[in-house]
């Protein structure tokens, strides 16, 4: 009890306020979105269409990958549409990201995200991107849901994954293209994080130190 007290003590203090996590990452407060480019709803999630005529976003009851609600992008000409939210975030920090997708049978669409580093007044520092799937050069979606895990490794990844001096918020985008069959591509439980791994080692590191003062 008094190890895992002290581990507890050492990961509050060692360790930095790393992130805010995404607000309402699953959409279960069913709360809509605002119209596109007019703000963040009540849980902090905006929209941006490209083409309003052709495209949509929303929040949908079906299909959901987990709880009672999901968030549908449908792009119908080609162009693109993002769904996204700021939060605030640390520098130094390697970043993880996570999104459930369901990509309809006969869409030919992909997507991508972003992550834009910002300063304490909101301007641009550096980005990060990794495809997330893309379905129009192999064929349409196959009407299922996969988890789709992004970091530095992920194939096809760029820009800068491990938030830069001067971070104090991150913009976290969801960006998909192309034609989709139905009512739309949907997404559920995204999240933004640090890689679990960077977490465990910092923490592990305190507790070397607290052993070499008892030393």
Request: aromatic residues 14%; without cysteine.
């Amino acid at each position: 009890m008094k190890k895992l007290f002290v581990m507890l003590i050492v990961l509050a203090t060692v360790v930095p306020a790393w992130a805010i996590p995404l607000g309402d990452p699953g959409f279960e407060s069913g709360v809509p979105f605002l119209a596109s480019g007019a703000g963040a709803n009540s849980q902090g999630w905006w929209i941006y269409l490209n083409d309003p005529a052709n495209e949509n976003a929303a929040v949908v009851t079906s299909p959901v990958y987990e709880g009672s609600y999901a968030a549908q992008l449908y792009t119908g000409n080609g162009s693109s549409a993002q769904i996204g939210q700021d939060t605030d975030f640390s520098p130094g920090w390697p970043v993880d990201v996570e999104v459930a997708y369901y990509v309809p049978a006969g869409s030919w669409n992909g997507a991508g995200i972003t992550i834009q580093y910002k300063d304490v007044d909101w301007a641009y520092i550096n980005y990060a991107y990794v495809p997330m799937y893309n379905y129009t050069s192999t064929g349409g979606g196959d009407s299922a849901w996969h988890v789709f895990i992004g970091d530095s490794t992920s194939t096809g990844a760029e820009g800068l994954w491990t938030a830069p001096e001067g971070t104090v918020h991150v913009s976290f985008k969801i960006e998909q293209w192309g034609w989709t069959s139905g009512n739309g591509s949907v997404y559920d439980n995204a999240v933004v994080s640090p890689e679990p791994a960077t977490m465990l080692l910092l923490g592990l590191g305190g507790l070397a130190l607290i052993r070499r003062k008892r030393a």
